[in-house]
């Protein structure tokens, strides 16, 4: 039987009087203690040694090393229940004990088993010393490393806050009062000892005393000892304060003020005492509940008034397992509801009965004994999930019922109040049938927190999330800059692509409707520009820049219609389907860049015998001389063959070629993405600290370029062999030489009449994907679990983007859009955690920095990057082409598509767990992987032959409608989800990095 915590339990709440079924009262928090007991051979007496412990999860403790274990969740045996519940009805519980002292409460105890029949009347006072015998052992590092007990007192200072030990943790949850309680008996101890409180007295004093034998905490703990006395009054008081805040649980705080807010939750313990005597006949079991919380020394773990006590001993015997009921009892006490059952129980059957209806919500199945492989247990899992999700799902069904009927009785009193307002409701894709009606709503819905956008983006957290992402949007922009200056012969390159970036960023983190979002380069843009490259000069031999200002004047143009006509909607439409289709293509052509730039260095620097480079010499100073005759060629050409001839001049090498090079540059360009690879997988290992790898792995790829940057400096240093570098002119200026301005009616001569009207194709297809990658972006940030508060720029952004895109072909900069990866980035900056963990549960999200001025001031520090050139120029093109590596290779691996194609090769029976892989037939899930793969392969064709470019927009269109229509004829409903699910985990930015947390390209 698995114990389900999270469930509500109706039968017992039914034991609730009403007014408590009501108001439903917040009983303190529960610590659960288990202590066995054991006959100590040497000492010939008995003693009692802690075995188990519940902070919601159960955690045991190792008899030789005793450190607390892993928290899991406790499965229990039907039958063990069934004996606890026989044994209660016949034995000892005591509801009410007005007992003060734990003597009197045994007392009590063991009068009620003679009563009772269950204890000779000569063995009471036998078993009253057993209760009473020694109930702790604290160890100090020392006495775990030689093996001598001795009691410590636990010393919590200012260098514990990110201790990940179970104590701290447990301390943390439970909140502060623990900490208050505990300074207020220690003083009530040391007036009573007549020792005097001041401002000298020793720090141990003041701390609580734990017990758990940690080497961390034990190891501050001799530390400080050894170095107490260099502490001044001022450190104490540090110290102390540290502490406090240690114990304050941020799950009750505002979200705006984590630290300053205190909790006064209480809490109080259960201690459960189980073990074997041989003096008794048959087993006694008791089950107390004192009429109000006591501290009784040395009886539980930690200083925490004991409020619940469970006895069970009995003779040594095969058929019944006495630490098995001990467990089943402190499982019992971990779920919220049979802990409300215990608090208002007012007879035995009460008790018993909650216990019935904690077995009846609980998950009971069995298990034939033997032994299995780990993979037969993993169905088991499964089935487990399933179960709970199904009870889950029904039970919200039934919440929400109530709700409702609760909102009908609330809205029938509302309407007889003026004073109430109803909530603030907003919703960016209702159509209001009005020309701009979304757009008009969100700008008013959205500006109206402007201030508070400012307001929340100054302090502390901000700005060290400011640092964070400057190195993940600054990386990204540098590398696409440097490759958009080679594929289009340097029309941009690195000044244009840092300058657009930062002009287009503080725009958008100006203006935006949704802030959190990445404006920045992109693959499918990349791929886009060089498209359209292809097309103006290769195809029609026409200048690019005066051309590419048609194309972002007409997307322009579509955003204003889709706008207008309130057509944002559609994006609902989109499916992963088409989606990964589109990132399987962008990370096919990163793939392939990198591996045909690869290819050109070895054709420029070819590998022959020594012999052969003197005519190789020879051959490149008549090359030179030749293309001196081509320096003041027009633009204004006629025949295709003599624009290839001078493209093919202009791409000529520029220098004797040297096979070192090449083989340097392809080290470079491999160490590149190993290197982030490697970091990237860091996340998910078990190195450093989970902060410290989560850093690393983040900014990876910045880290890849510096390191393999200094590599080419080394090697250059040592050999003098210089490999391709960034091309970037000393001052802010275009990096072909050009003015800033373009001309829409051409720069060198008059543009044709038919361009601006041929480029609504290009135009058509830029504008799909800008409305994708801002539209689908916005829908992954607004997802319910990310917790954002202020609104949405669907309307308001798309047109944004739009705007920029037109600004920036006047001014010949590269186009920009919303980038999914970084954006996720900027949101996991900005979020902020619990810090009080419980042990086994992960940080819970607690508030996202909803705000504008880390944008703005990231994309002002990008722009203020032109003026380290001296930096940039030392960039080897190859380490930029092996971050373009990097990226097809984590683009294909963040794809179902990819993982349906492994599958294709893999048996049935050896498919992971995974709704797509498993949930359809194989037969089925290969036939809809091979569709999208012939969709990929039809649009790379598309891309790669210039000729018919054209049709990529419509190919690209069309797939919608195929997904909605076609496939739905051959799939059933249930496969369809099943292969094109949105199964995005909760628990992004702690175990997936960023490229898994969007199927989106790069």
Known sequence: MIDNQNLDLPELNNLLPKSQKETRPAHPGVYVELEQLEFDKNDLVYKWKISSRWIKYEQTIDPETEIWSKPFIGALEYQNIAYLKSNLQSGTVILNSQKNTFEDIVDEICQDFINRGRLNRDYKEKLKSILLSQHRNHLTLAGVMAGKKAPISELFSSNLKHSRQSHTSMVEHFGSSIFK???????????????????????????????????????????????????????????????????????????????????????????????????????????????????????????????????????????????????????????????????????????????????????????????????????????????????????????????????????????????????????????????????????????????????????????????????????????????????????????????????????????????????????????????????????????????????????????????????????????????????????????????????????????????????LFENFNKSINEESSYKNVSWNYTNNFECSAVHNVYSAQKSVPEPNIALISLILLIGTCSMALLLKKLRRSKFFESNVRRTLSDIGILISIIFMMAVDYFIRQRTEINTQKLDIPDEIVPTKHRDWFVSPLGTNSYLPIWVPFIAIIPAFLIFIVLFFEVELTGIILIAKHRKLKKGTGFNLDLLLGALMMTINSLFGLPWMCSAPVRTLAHWASLSIYSTSIIPGEKPKLMDVKEQRVTSILVHIAIGLCLKGKFILRAIPVPVLFGI?????????????????????????????????????????????????????????????VVNISFLFPIVLVLLVPLRRFVLTKFFSHRELELLDEENESQEDDMVHDFYELTHLPI
């Not at 006495?322 to 467990?327: A, H, K, M, T, V």
């Not at 373009?884 to 294909?892: C, D």
């Open 181 to 615: 309680k505990n300074m207020s008996r220690q003083q009530s101890r040391n007036d009573d000892a007549g020792i005097e409180s001041d401002g000298n007295v020793d720090e141990k004093k003041h701390f609580v005393k734990f017990y758990v034998p940690s080497h961390t905490s034990l190891t501050s703990v001799d530390n400080h000892g050894a170095h107490s006395h260099h502490h001044s009054h001022h450190n104490h008081q540090k110290h102390l304060r540290s502490t406090l805040n240690l114990f304050k649980n941020p799950l009750h705080h505002s979200k705006s003020k984590h630290s300053d807010l205190d909790t006064s939750m209480e809490i109080e313990s259960f201690a459960i005492m189980i073990g074997n005597v041989d003096f008794l006949e048959k087993p006694v079991m008791a089950f107390v509940r004192l009429t109000k919380d006591q501290f009784l020394d040395h009886l539980v773990d930690f200083d925490i008034k004991v409020r619940f006590l469970f006895i069970f001993l009995g003779p040594i015997s095969h058929q019944v397992s006495y630490l098995e009921i001990g467990r089943s009892i402190g499982t019992l006490m971990t779920n919220k509801d049979f802990v409300d059952c215990a608090y208002a129980a007012k007879s035995r059957a009460e008790i018993i009965r909650g216990i019935g209806a904690y077995t009846n919500k609980s998950l009971c199945f069995v298990v034939p004994a033997g032994e299995y492989d780990e993979d037969l247990l993993a169905p088991l899992i499964e089935w487990m999930k399933s179960k709970m999700k199904r009870k889950q799902k029904q039970q919200m069904l039934k919440q929400r019922e109530t709700k409702n009927a609760n909102e009908t009785i609330q809205s029938k009193t509302d309407s007889l109040s003026l004073s109430k307002q109803p909530a603030e409701s907003f919703n960016p894709f209702e159509r209001t049938r009005k020309p701009f009606g979304c757009l008009i709503n969100e700008i008013k819905h959205r500006y109206s927190k402007y201030f508070s956008d400012i307001a929340d983006g100054l302090n502390l957290h901000c700005m060290i999330a400011f640092c964070f992402i400057f190195t993940v949007c600054f990386a990204p922009a540098l590398s696409f800059g440097g490759i958009l200056a080679d594929k289009t012969d340097r029309t941009f390159g690195v000044n244009e692509m840092l300058l657009a970036t930062s002009i287009n960023g503080v725009i958008f983190g100006l203006f935006s409707g949704q802030p959190l979002m990445i404006l920045g380069p992109t693959g499918p843009f990349l791929v886009f520009e060089e498209m359209l490259y292809n097309f103006c000069v290769k195809m029609f031999c026409i200048e690019f820049l005066p051309a590419r200002f048609w194309v972002s004047f007409w997307v322009l143009v579509f955003t204003v219609i889709m706008l207008a006509s309130e057509l944002v909607f559609v994006i609902h439409f989109v499916t992963r389907f088409t989606e990964e289709i589109f990132a399987f293509l962008i990370a096919i052509v990163f793939l392939a860049d990198a591996i045909k730039k690869i290819f050109y260095y070895f054709n420029q620097n070819p590998i022959y015998k020594s012999q052969q480079y003197c005519q």
């Open 884 to 944: 373009f590596l990097y990226f097809g290779i984590v683009s294909l691996s963040g794809t179902q598509l990819f993982d349906r194609i492994k599958f294709i090769f893999i048996p049935f029976k050896y498919c992971p767990n995974l709704p797509y892989a498993n949930g359809v037939r194989p037969s089925k899930r290969n036939v809809y992987t091979i569709i999208q793969i012939i969709a990929v392969i039809v649009l790379m064709v598309l891309k790669s």
